[in-house]
């Protein structure tokens, strides 16, 4: 090819080409690990409620765990964890507590909902409750927070 611009226009499409496989392998490799955790769930439900709720449960933990290694396997990662600061990109605080003895300020006392990170992309930030410093609050719960503020009760 002499023409500089066919060229280019053949390898911009190989490129795009090559692009678009490697998304349909990936796609295609995520949904054949979550077939198999629907294969786990079909399992259970299939056996019926057991009578010891402790298995039941325990059975459930252990497909929630598959499902969890396979997300993490793939680079999606958890977000929000009791105990680490919270950060407005990773953490949506929906309330604040005076914090408790030992805890220190914006550290995240409980977790409603987990976020999730996939290759440094926040997909969702963690709804959490955090902590505030007493002399910040002058009650003893505020709710209904969010990352920059918070509205008192």
Do not use: C, N
């Amino acid at each position: 090819m002499s023409d500089p611009t066919a060229r280019l226009a053949y390898e911009y499409a190989r490129d795009l080409a090559a692009r678009d496989a490697a998304h349909q392998a990936l796609t295609e490799r995520l949904l054949l690990r979550f077939a198999d955790v629907l294969d786990s769930l079909d399992r259970l439900l299939a056996d019926g409620a057991a009578s010891d709720v402790r298995t039941y449960r325990g059975s459930l933990a252990l497909i929630a765990g598959q499902l969890e290694a396979a997300l993490t396997e793939e680079g999606m990662e958890g977000v929000g964890r009791v105990g680490e600061r919270a950060e407005p990109a990773t953490h949506h605080v929906t309330e604040v507590r005076l914090a408790p003895a030992g805890a220190g300020d914006d550290e995240v006392l409980e977790v409603l909902q987990r976020g999730y990170r996939f290759r440094g992309h926040v997909l969702r930030a963690a709804r959490v409750v955090v902590a505030v410093d007493g002399d910040t609050v002058d009650g003893d719960t505020v709710k209904h927070g969010t990352e920059q503020g918070t509205e008192r009760e």
